[in-house]
């Protein structure tokens, strides 16, 4: 079948070729003409493991391309699917319109009985919106349908997550698009979950703002162990060994979520409440909670040190996570801006990251150890794989008797058994 994938950014363009690779005639469209210009050679617009090889085979292979014309990119198309990756300000307000202007923009270029199937970030009702636009345009003799399936995006494991997803949740308007989507999910899964589109919207608010309330509750938790003298890694343990509760569960203490689609949602369904005049006291706590745990590491350097004036801080991990090069949201970048407000000399190393932010007053290292040397403390933040390959010889070799504050306890196995380093973590006492 003919699919476009709009919108290419992280979430279009893993989707368009992953889509390409399970045999599908697709066309990229976004109206970015650089964005485009790079696809064409095999360039995708972020780094995302595997991600670039995936679409240098899906334009050898022809199965995949590349344009801003939408006209031609919906000549025949069977599906339009929409992969926005929602743009958010900077208080994690949603740029809704952004997203269904451009879908509206395209509406006089959909073939008869098309699919517009929408994987973008939206509050629920926006398909409804769309639908209700369309019909209000007139378009003759164009049958058109519509269709949400929620992202399942997961940066550094996407390409994965799409090809063998656990399930797919799809919401239809229409009985006769099931066989439709059936086809295009066919290479990838048969396990769909098919719903209402009201259903399927909500279903993705629901399972994030779950997400979201199940690590501020694991944060919550971690933090008074500090205090009681319990280890919440062993309290993670007892629950997940609880039926009701599961090993796969996300109660891992460790850092805030910081921003992305767990925050977008729990907005979403902040507003709601507001909207229909309903309270919503839990999901308000959960982002409050957040909130406050997202200075757990910046609290936790003070107890130790008091006045950083003069200190030096190494900063292990700067991505949003690792995997990617991603630095928006990113909370190791919002620890570097405010230890170097603090008056600390701020020196970082990330094996993804090639430049720092012109106005970030810090050092990127060429290695990791390179970070360490002169150090007072030093703080791992991303989880980089790279790093469970450094010693603790070669830290203590670096800088004797290192305070270490490893939020997540990434490197516990490594440098949290050292009595020779100070390994600080959350949910463990001093």
């Given at each position: 079948?003919?699919?476009?994938?709009?919108?290419?950014?992280?979430?279009?363009?893993?989707?368009?070729?992953?889509?390409?690779?399970?045999?599908?005639?697709?066309?990229?469209?976004?109206?970015?003409?650089?964005?485009?210009?790079?696809?064409?050679?095999?360039?995708?617009?972020?780094?995302?493991?595997?991600?670039?090889?995936?679409?240098?085979?899906?334009?050898?292979?022809?199965?995949?391309?590349?344009?801003?014309?939408?006209?031609?990119?919906?000549?025949?198309?069977?599906?339009?699917?929409?992969?926005?990756?929602?743009?958010?300000?900077?208080?994690?307000?949603?740029?809704?319109?952004?997203?269904?202007?451009?879908?509206?923009?395209?509406?006089?270029?959909?073939?008869?009985?098309?699919?517009?199937?929408?994987?973008?970030?939206?509050?629920?009702?926006?398909?409804?919106?769309?639908?209700?636009?369309?019909?209000?345009?007139?378009?003759?003799?164009?049958h058109v349908s519509f269709g949400y399936s929620p992202e399942n995006l997961r940066l550094g494991g996407a390409?994965?997550?799409?090809?063998?997803?656990?399930?797919?949740?799809?919401?239809?308007?229409?009985?006769?698009?099931?066989?439709?989507?059936?086809?295009?999910?066919?290479?990838?899964?048969?396990?769909?979950?098919?719903?209402?589109?009201?259903?399927?919207?909500?279903?993705?608010?629901?399972?994030?703002?779950?997400?979201a309330t199940s690590v501020t509750f694991a944060n919550e938790i971690a933090v008074l162990c500090e205090y009681?003298?319990?280890?919440?890694?062993?309290?993670?343990?007892?629950?997940?060994?609880?039926?009701?509760?599961?090993?796969?569960?996300?109660?891992?203490?460790?850092?805030?979520?910081?921003?992305?689609?767990?925050?977008?949602?729990?907005?979403?369904?902040?507003?709601?409440?507001?909207?229909?005049?309903?309270?919503?006291?839990?999901?308000?706590?959960?982002?409050?909670?957040?909130?406050?745990?997202?200075?757990?590491?910046?609290?936790?350097?003070?107890?130790?040190?008091?006045?950083?004036?003069?200190?030096?801080?190494?900063?292990?991990?700067?991505?949003?996570?690792?995997?990617?090069?991603?630095?928006?949201?990113?909370?190791?970048?919002?620890?570097?801006?405010?230890?170097?407000?603090?008056?600390?000399?701020?020196?970082?190393?990330?094996?993804?990251?090639?430049?720092?932010?012109?106005?970030?007053?810090?050092?990127?290292?060429?290695?990791?150890?390179?970070?360490?040397?002169?150090?007072?403390?030093?703080?791992?933040?991303?989880?980089?794989?790279?790093?469970?390959?450094?010693?603790?010889?070669?830290?203590?070799?670096?800088?004797?008797?290192?305070?270490?504050?490893?939020?997540?306890?990434?490197?516990?196995?490594?440098?949290?058994?050292?009595?020779?380093?100070?390994?600080?973590?959350?949910?463990?006492?001093?």
């Open positions: 079948m003919k699919v476009c994938v709009f919108g290419l950014w992280h979430l279009g363009t893993v989707t368009a070729a992953c889509v390409a690779s399970g045999g599908h005639e697709v066309v990229g469209l976004d109206f970015d003409a650089e964005v485009i210009s790079k696809l064409q050679q095999g360039i995708p617009p972020l780094f995302e493991p595997d991600l670039e090889a995936l679409v240098q085979a899906g334009l050898a292979s022809g199965k995949l391309r590349f344009t801003t014309d939408p006209a031609g990119a919906l000549a025949g198309a069977d599906v339009l699917w929409v992969a926005y990756d929602t743009p958010v300000d900077d208080e994690d307000n949603a740029q809704v319109d952004f997203v269904t202007g451009r879908v509206e923009s395209v509406f006089p270029h959909l073939a008869a009985n098309t699919l517009v199937l929408i994987s973008s970030q939206l509050p629920v009702g926006t398909t409804r919106q769309l639908e209700a636009r369309y019909r209000e345009q007139q378009y003759p003799d164009t390409i994965r997550v799409f090809t063998a997803p656990d399930r797919v949740v799809v919401g239809l308007r229409e009985a006769a698009d099931k066989e439709k989507v059936q086809t295009l999910l066919q290479p990838f899964t048969e396990n769909i979950v098919w719903m209402s589109v009201e259903s399927a919207e909500m279903t993705k608010h629901a399972l994030n703002a779950f997400l009681t003298g319990a280890d919440a890694k062993e309290v993670e343990r007892g629950l997940k060994s609880e039926a009701r509760i599961g090993p796969k569960a996300y109660l891992a203490p460790g850092a805030a979520f910081a921003g992305g689609t767990l925050a977008r949602d729990i907005r979403f369904l902040n507003i709601l409440g507001e909207q229909f005049q309903q309270q919503t006291p839990l999901l308000s706590g959960v982002r409050a909670s957040n909130d406050r745990h997202k200075s757990w590491v910046q609290r936790k350097l003070l107890e130790l040190l008091p006045d950083l004036r003069g200190k030096t801080v190494a900063i292990w991990g700067l991505t949003y996570k690792p995997g990617t090069d991603t630095l928006r949201r990113s909370s190791a970048i919002e620890l570097c801006y405010w230890a170097a407000e603090q008056g600390a000399t701020v020196k970082t190393h990330d094996p993804a990251v090639r430049a720092l932010p012109d106005d970030l007053h810090a050092e990127l290292c060429a290695s990791a150890l390179d970070a360490v040397r002169g150090a007072n403390v030093l703080i791992i933040s991303t989880a980089w794989a790279d790093y469970r390959d450094i010693s603790a010889e070669e830290v203590q070799a670096a800088v004797p008797g290192l305070t270490v504050i490893d939020q997540s306890r990434f490197l516990e196995k490594t440098l949290g058994v050292d009595a020779r380093l100070r390994y600080v973590t959350i949910g463990k006492p001093l």
